[in-house]
C-alpha cells in the first residue's frame, strides 16, 4: 500500500481534509490516515468493520445449523408420534398442523418445567418419547380438546 503523505491535523484542517496522516502507529499497531474530526485511525476502523462482519456470518451459520436441528427433532418427535392426529375420525399427518399435546393437560405445569417448543421436544427425545401423557393432535382437534373437553371429530362420529 503506498503510503500517503505525511500531513499533521492542524494542516489537514486547514485544507479542508477530512483525514490526515502522521506516520505514527496507532496502539493497535494501524500505520493509517485519521481522521480530523476525532483523531480515530481508519485502520481500527476497518478492523472492528471487518470483526462485524465475521461475528454475523458465524451468528448465521449457528442459526442455520440450529434451524436444521430443530425441524429434524421435530421430525423425529412427530415420526415417533405416529406422524398423524391422534383424534379418531382426523387424519391430519401435514407436520404444520400437528403439534404435541398433553394428555389430561397439566400442559401448563408441565411447560414450565421444561418449557414449550424445542424444549419440550428434546425433553420428549431425552425421555423416550412417552406416550402415557403425551400425544400428537392437530391443531384444530387441540383447541377443540383444550376448550370443550372433547373433539368435534369424536362427537360427530359418535367416538370420543
Ligand atoms: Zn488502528
Ligand atoms: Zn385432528
Ligand atoms: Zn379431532
Known sequence: MPMPPIISKKAARAQGLKRYYTGVPCKHGHTAD?????????????????DRRKKSEHQSKELQRNQLYRTQLRHDVLSNYGGKCACPGCDIAEPRFL????????GRKHRKEIGSGPGLYVWLRNNDYPKDKFRLLCHNCNHSYGHYGF????VSNGKV
Request: a positive charge; glycine letters at 20%.
Open 34 to 50: 485519521r481522521r480530523v474530526s476525532d483523531s480515530g485511525c481508519l485502520g481500527c476502523k476497518n478492523q472492528r468493520e471487518r
Open 99 to 106: 403439534g404435541i399435546d398433553h394428555i389430561e393437560g397439566g
Open 151 to 154: 373433539c368435534a371429530h369424536g
